[in-house]
């Protein structure tokens, strides 16, 4: 069973970066496709980006384009998002997904394993 565990979030003014961590157990790596989630109170889950299998291909949603990028390391088990020049909008719990098919898929129903979150705010 895989486990995955976020790390990272915090509390950070508008313009900011942040780095969020994803820590993997229980799974070969290289057979997952990873994403981020993120949902804020009374909103529905969204999308904010997707990494293959060997981390050369990735997807970002329109909001996050150009400011936030998605990294994994096979080796060291891990993936990340860099967030930068964050945004109050930002705000939000962000999630860190494994999915069976180890391409970059954006749909919630694709993904198999999921972190506990780990809280990003950002002040204005």
């Known amino acids: 069973q895989v486990q995955l565990v976020e790390s990272g979030g915090g509390l950070v003014q508008a313009g900011g970066s942040l780095r969020l961590s994803c820590a993997a157990s229980g799974g070969t790596s290289s057979n997952y496709g990873m994403g981020w989630f993120r949902q804020a109170p009374g909103k529905a889950r969204e999308f904010v980006s997707a990494?293959?299998?060997?981390?050369?291909?990735?997807v970002y949603a329109d909001s996050v384009k150009g400011r936030f990028s998605i990294s994994r390391d096979n080796a060291k088990n891990t993936v990340w998002l860099r967030m930068n020049n964050l945004k109050p909008e930002d705000t939000a719990l962000y999630y860190c997904?494994?999915?069976?098919?180890?391409?970059?898929?954006?749909?919630?129903?694709?993904?198999?394993?999921w972190g506990q979150g780990t809280q990003v705010t950002v002040s204005s």
């Open positions: 997904a494994a999915s069976r098919i180890p391409y970059t898929v954006v749909q919630t129903t694709q993904y198999d394993y």
């Open positions: 990494i293959n299998w060997s981390g050369g291909g990735t």
